[in-house]
T-cell receptor, first 115, second 114 residues
C-alpha cells in the first residue's frame, strides 16, 4: 500500500508534552518530507531531507524537529513550543534519480489532537 | 518562494458532467505540476502530473493543461462518477533532480451528485 507507514494513526497529547510521529519507507527513496494539513487548507511543508544525516526546514518548521539517521526513517517530534499542533500530519518520500523521480508517495497520516 | 492559488474551493457537478479545477503559480521557474486526489481521512494520491515541456496530458477521463506564459494549469475530469468525489490538490515545484519542495494549492472539494 505505497510502502510508507506512519504510526500511530491517532495521537493525543497534553499541553506541554513533546510527541514523536514515526515515518518509515521501504521504497529505497532518498528524499523524505513532513507535511501538516489543517481543515480547508492545503499541505504545508514542515521539514524535508534529501539524504541521511541531512535535513532542511520547510515553510512552517517552528516548534518541530526531525532526524534522519537511517534512509528508511524520518521521525518528526512535535515539541511543546508548537502553539497549535492539532492537525493531520503526512509523511512522504520520493526518488531523486532516474525517471520518473518527481512523484511523492504519501503515508496514511497521523491525526494529532492536543487535549 | 512559490505561491499556488486554486479555485474553486468547492465544486458540485451532476454525474456525467465535466469538472474543471484551475490553479495559478507565481514562480516562472517551476517545471513540475502534479495533481493529487484525497478521499476523506485518506492519504493524497497522485492522479496525473505534467512537466513544463508539455502543454497537455491525458489519462482516460482525466486531463491536465498547462499554460506557461500565463502561469496556470487546469485539471479536467470528464464523465464524472460518484467515486470522483474527493478533495483535489494542485501543486508546483522546480524539480532539479534532488528533493523537490512542492507548494500545494488549498484544495477543491468536488461533489458528484446522482
Amino acid at each position: 500500500d505505497g510502502g510508507i507507514t506512519q504510526s500511530p494513526k491517532y495521537l493525543f497529547r497534553k499541553e506541554g508534552q513533546n510527541v514523536t510521529l514515526s515515518c518509515e519507507q521501504n521504497l529505497n527513496h532518498d528524499a523524505m518530507y513532513w507535511y501538516r494539513q489543517d481543515p480547508g487548507q492545503g499541505l504545508r511543508l514542515i521539514y524535508y531531507s534529501q539524504i541521511v544525516n541531512d535535513f532542511q526546514k520547510g515553510d512552517i518548521a517552528e516548534g518541530y524537529s526531525v532526524s534522519r539517521e537511517k534512509k528508511e526513517s524520518f521521525p518528526l517530534t512535535v515539541t511543546s513550543a508548537q502553539k497549535n499542533p492539532t492537525a493531520f500530519y503526512l509523511c512522504a518520500s520520493t526518488r531523486t534519480s532516474g525517471a520518473p523521480y518527481n512523484e511523492q508517495f504519501f503515508g496514511p497520516g497521523t491525526r494529532l489532537t492536543v487535549l | 518562494g512559490e505561491n499556488v492559488e486554486q479555485h474553486p474551493s468547492t465544486l458540485s457537478v451532476q454525474e456525467g458532467d465535466s469538472a474543471v479545477i484551475k490553479c495559478t503559480y507565481s514562480d516562472s521557474a517551476s517545471n513540475y505540476f502534479p495533481w493529487y486526489k484525497q478521499e476523506l481521512g485518506k492519504r493524497p494520491q497522485l492522479i496525473i502530473d505534467i512537466r513544463s515541456n508539455v502543454g497537455e496530458k491525458k489519462d482516460q477521463r482525466i486531463a491536465v493543461t498547462l499554460n506557461k506564459t500565463a502561469k496556470h494549469f487546469s485539471l479536467h475530469i470528464t464523465e464524472t462518477q460518484p467515486e470522483d468525489s474527493a478533495v483535489y490538490f494542485c501543486a508546483a515545484t522546480l524539480n532539479t533532480g534532488t528533493a523537490s519542495k512542492l507548494t500545494f494549492g488549498t484544495g477543491t472539494r468536488l461533489q458528484v451528485t446522482l
